[in-house]
């Protein structure tokens, strides 16, 4: 009798051989095992010799990511525990119609050139995709590259490179290779440009990781700022890719923007698109010094820049900064940067910079750009809305004047500034007058200066901390119903204007309310019920409902009387704003959740978590909001250091 290990070797070989022939005989056989499980649900697959089912792809995703995680003790691969007729027959029934067949076989080419180079040389022979010698692993890499180009599998040119590198990290990347693949990312998808992008920044992390540079050339970055612009819902991810893009130097012809400047600028109008004052702040600082002078960058931006941070208080220091740092003869011959610098002075009530502009704009302004810069329509606009901030009268009546010579009637930017004078202080007499000068104004014209009109009913009821009074309501109520009936589909801005107004009186701290006697156990240690917090995360989620159009919203939602019920439009234009006024509420209110919740939204909305911890540092922290960075790296730095503990806290 034989001894049972002799025994158990003779049993193993017979079922080697019978598997072999098992095709032809039609022997059923019990399924083949390694000792790993994802290899063993492949093989299976694979065994049944059929065409791959779309349940079983995720066990190919299963596999290769196994695989990938154990990389110093690399596993039984599907080619180095099966023969090679059963591989090659499941590959050439699938390839055709199959990328993840394609992909196994591509993988499998890559994990086990170091296990069994013959097998897979034979493997590549017997597939026929190869027309020269493989003598190297770098040729196996080539090969699985351009084989995965050739049938526009893209996404896995990507991966297999970045696998390739991944299991041999001492090897020099293959820039050639790279530009190829970064091509055809850069190629309009729009079904896969998401993914592609996401590809795009994989690539990128593995050149960062090796303390490299990845390859592009101008076409390729240009053509991944226009992919990441035009990409839809993934406000992150378009961020993601335009910042990498700025990190990319290359040397620009005479007179045209760096690729670097290019992809900050798209930047910077994407986040003034959605108000998001941080991202435009980090992107200015990590550009403002790239030329010797400010006045170098395009001066579309630049009017941006500062009319964006003129809007937020904690951010006017820079508009300061900037203005100062703009050469006299340079904004006094500007058309679009003279009114934007106006305007700052004007918002901020600083008297001796607005005199200081008009000695600048007599001394510098050439004679040949009077008409076109100190005439202009834009620039007469800023100076009455100056001239009636600083209460100069006579300049009022001059500039009036001019506005009449030159254009014959007032426009709706005229009109608007001298409502909006009439009502900066709390009085009933300005306020007829205000609603008056409005009635006359044709509705299409009106309806921004409704929105500055309610602005101040607000603003004063919050002040009072009372209801809209007996006559505030009526003249709401009357301005929304004429808005409602020359726009009944809610398009106009006004709207936007309208629901970030509500949600900011709803939240404010004066709403908070004091815990009674009886309801103090109740709370708990919280100081105040803060239910109108709960209020305005419940009227945001409904309102943001896709479902909901913005002529679904509510007329008047400052009169509605089941506040529960309240619909607003909700827009990328004013998301960020309602969000941001919640969350201070809340910071206030002591509510970690809501603050938590918000910044959730703020992230999908397009505001990544270091901007969210520099935008809350700016509005709470004096030291922060006061700060001058030269550099994104020192921002960075004083935030760690500076930065509100319970910032961190939060976020960590």
């Not at 019978?18 to 000792?35: D, E, F, Q, W």
């Not at 908070?512 to 709370?523: E, G, V």
Request: net charge positive; proline share 4%.
């Amino acid at each position: 009798m034989l001894p049972r290990s002799t025994n158990a070797r003779l049993t193993a070989n017979l079922v080697r051989s019978l598997y072999h022939a098992g095709h032809r005989s039609k022997i059923k056989l019990r399924p083949y095992t390694t000792v790993c499980s994802k290899t063993d649900d492949i093989i299976r697959v694979l065994q049944r010799n059929k065409l791959i089912r779309n349940e079983d792809k995720p066990l190919f995703r299963h596999y290769w990511d196994f695989l990938s995680n154990n990389q110093t003790n690399l596993p039984e691969t599907v080619l180095g525990s099966m023969p090679l007729d059963s591989v090659i027959q499941f590959v050439q029934a699938n390839k055709q119609n199959s990328s993840t067949v394609r992909g196994l076989y591509r993988r499998e080419l890559i994990f086990n050139w170091d296990k069994d180079m013959n097998k897979v040389k034979e493997l590549i022979e017997k597939l026929q995709i190869s027309e020269g010698s493989i003598n190297s692993k770098q040729d196996v890499l080539a090969l699985c590259i351009n084989d995965s180009l050739e049938t526009r599998d893209v996404i896995i040119a990507a991966e297999i490179y970045i696998l390739y590198y991944t299991l041999n990290t001492i090897e020099p990347l293959n820039d050639d290779l790279c530009r190829k693949i970064v091509t055809a990312l850069a190629f309009e998808h729009p079904r896969y440009d998401h993914i592609h992008l996401m590809k795009y920044l994989n690539l990128h992390d593995l050149y960062d990781n090796r303390n490299e540079r990845i390859p592009l050339t101008q076409t390729q970055i240009v053509s991944l700022c226009n992919k990441a612009i035009a990409l839809e819902n993934s406000p992150i991810l378009t961020k993601q890719t335009l910042n990498r893009l700025m990190d990319i130097e290359l040397t620009s012809s005479e007179g045209s923007r760096s690729n670097k400047i290019i992809a900050a600028y798209h930047l910077i109008e994407k986040d003034c698109l959605i108000n998001n004052v941080a991202g435009v702040y980090f992107t200015w600082t990590a550009i403002q010094n790239y030329y010797t002078s400010i006045a170098r960058h395009d001066p579309r931006m630049i009017h941006k820049i500062i009319k964006l941070f003129t809007r937020h208080k904690a951010y006017r220091t820079t508009c300061k900064q900037i203005i100062s740092n703009l050469p006299p003869e340079y904004y006094s011959n500007n058309p679009l940067i003279l009114p934007t610098i106006i305007d700052y002075a004007t918002k901020v009530g600083n008297l001796s910079l607005a005199k200081e502009l008009m000695v600048n704009v007599n001394k510098h302004l050439l004679p040949q750009n009077t008409q076109i810069v100190l005439f202009s329509r834009r620039c007469l606009s800023s100076f009455l809305r100056m001239h009636l901030k600083f209460k100069d009268s006579k300049g009022v009546d001059r500039v009036l004047k001019q506005i009449q010579d030159s254009f014959g009637k007032h426009s709706e930017e005229n009109l608007l500034a001298i409502v909006a004078h009439l009502v900066e202080v709390k009085s009933s007499e300005n306020l007829t007058k205000a609603v008056q000068l409005v009635e006359k104004i044709p509705l299409r014209k009106a309806l921004s200066a409704y929105g500055s009109i309610i602005n101040k009913l607000v603003e004063w009821q919050i002040a009072s901390d009372e209801r809209f009074d007996a006559k505030s309501m009526p003249i709401l109520n009357k301005l929304l119903e004429r808005a409602h009936r020359q726009d009944p589909l809610h398009k106009n801005r006004l709207w936007n204007v309208i629901a970030s107004l509500f949600i900011k009186k709803i939240v404010h701290y004066r709403n908070f309310q004091r815990p009674s006697d009886k309801a103090t156990h109740l709370l708990s240690s919280k100081r105040f019920n803060t239910t109108n917090l709960d209020l305005a995360k419940l009227i945001y989620i409904k309102s943001n409902d896709r479902n909901i159009t913005p002529s679904d919203t509510d007329i008047n939602p400052f009169a509605n009387t089941s506040p529960q019920h309240v619909l607003l439009k909700i827009t990328e234009g004013n998301r960020l704003i309602i969000l941001r006024n919640i969350a201070l509420a809340a910071i206030k209110g002591q509510r970690k959740d809501i603050f938590l919740w918000c910044c959730s939204n703020l992230y999908q909305a397009g505001m990544p978590t270091k901007e969210l911890l520099l935008d809350w540092n700016k509005m709470l922290n004096n030291e922060i909001r006061n700060a001058h960075f030269v550099e994104v790296k020192q921002m960075e730095e004083e935030l760690t250091i500076h930065g509100l503990p319970f910032l961190r806290k939060a976020f960590s």
